[in-house]
């Protein structure tokens, strides 16, 4: 009770020490070392997170909150089939669950399996209609699949639920550039730009649009300012830039005449699936990103179970 006032607080490390004494107590207690699992898979301590998980699933093999929780580690990892097949252990316990339809969904986004994907989220979508996350995941894959106009519906109706995240005005605008109303894309971009501080991609694909547009100014603006984001994220170690990022932004520094040797320090690594879109406008040569997985993709297929820590320790 008293790490769950913690919580309620919003104090995550005095919740966390609290439960480790409460496992010390309690080490088969499956809820307690599940909630702490959680804890650190939230707070973004993935072996620890791992490790308390795994005992959980050692004393109860189908453990609803710690397979979701445990997938999502391995769905973020890339190991698509790995989650998949523990998430079919839990699938005839709990067929109802809206984050597990979201998880299976996106680990056969990540396999390119793109209409199971489709599938999966729409259960999602029908049993949680109101979750931001499963819209923005349906949103992703037509986009993906070029779907511009199912993209756009999903991507607006997430929005209504979360109308402060930058990354979602960037996929509307991507959608509403494929759909040729470049006046509301430059809206949903300015949006973005001005909602999001950190993510580079949405002011490169804001560039690519004002470029396309023949807006050189302002589209260098928007270059120079990725490039403060990118010096501003490139000491992490975990970041990896897409490659298909690193090569548009390079295509697009040398046509605006900025020069090709970019700020981008850190080795390339093609992540396990990305979505591509070939620009509406033929004013350039270049392909136009919709923004790698690791930026868009990442959050969105975590476990939704750790978004509601209160409820899981009821």
Not at 1 to 28: N, Q, R, T, W
Not at 230 to 258: I, P
Request: a neutral charge; glycine letters at 6%.
């Amino acid at each position: 009770m008293l790490g769950k006032i913690h919580l309620l607080a919003g104090d995550l490390d005095k919740a966390i020490e609290i439960y480790k004494k409460a496992v010390e107590f309690s080490p088969e207690n499956t809820e307690l070392l599940t909630t702490l699992g959680l804890l650190y898979l939230q707070v973004g301590i993935y072996q620890k997170a791992f490790e308390h998980l795994g005992n959980a699933l050692t004393y109860d093999p189908v453990n609803y909150k710690a397979i979701l929780a445990a997938g999502s580690m391995m769905q973020t990892h890339g190991d698509f089939d790995v989650a998949l097949t523990k998430y079919r252990v839990i699938a005839s316990a709990v067929p109802e669950s809206p984050p597990l339809w979201n998880n299976i969904g996106m680990c056969f986004f990540g396999k390119k399996k793109y209409v199971a994907a489709i599938s999966c989220l729409k259960r999602a979508n029908y049993l949680a209609p109101f979750d931001w996350k499963i819209l923005y995941n349906l949103g992703l894959v037509h986009l993906t699949m070029q779907q511009y106009a199912s993209a756009f519906h999903f991507l607006s109706a997430a929005i209504n639920f979360q109308p402060k995240m930058g990354e979602l005005y960037m996929l509307l605008a991507v959608a509403l550039t494929n759909l040729e109303d470049t006046e509301n894309a430059k809206r949903a971009y300015a949006e973005a730009v001005r909602l999001d501080k950190y993510n580079p991609l949405v002011n490169l694909n804001y560039a690519v649009l004002l470029y396309n547009q023949g807006e050189k100014r302002d589209a260098l603006a928007q270059y120079q300012e990725m490039e403060k984001k990118v010096n501003l994220l490139k000491d992490s170690s975990s970041l990896e830039y897409d490659s298909e990022m690193v090569e548009t932004a390079q295509k697009l520094g040398a046509a605006l005449q900025v020069g090709e040797a970019l700020v981008w320090t850190k080795p390339v690594k093609d992540p396990k699936s990305k979505q591509r879109t070939t620009s509406t406008s033929k004013a350039a040569s270049f392909q136009q990103p919709l923004g790698s997985n690791q930026a868009l993709g990442q959050a969105m297929s975590s476990a939704a179970a750790y978004s509601k820590l209160p409820s899981a320790m009821s």
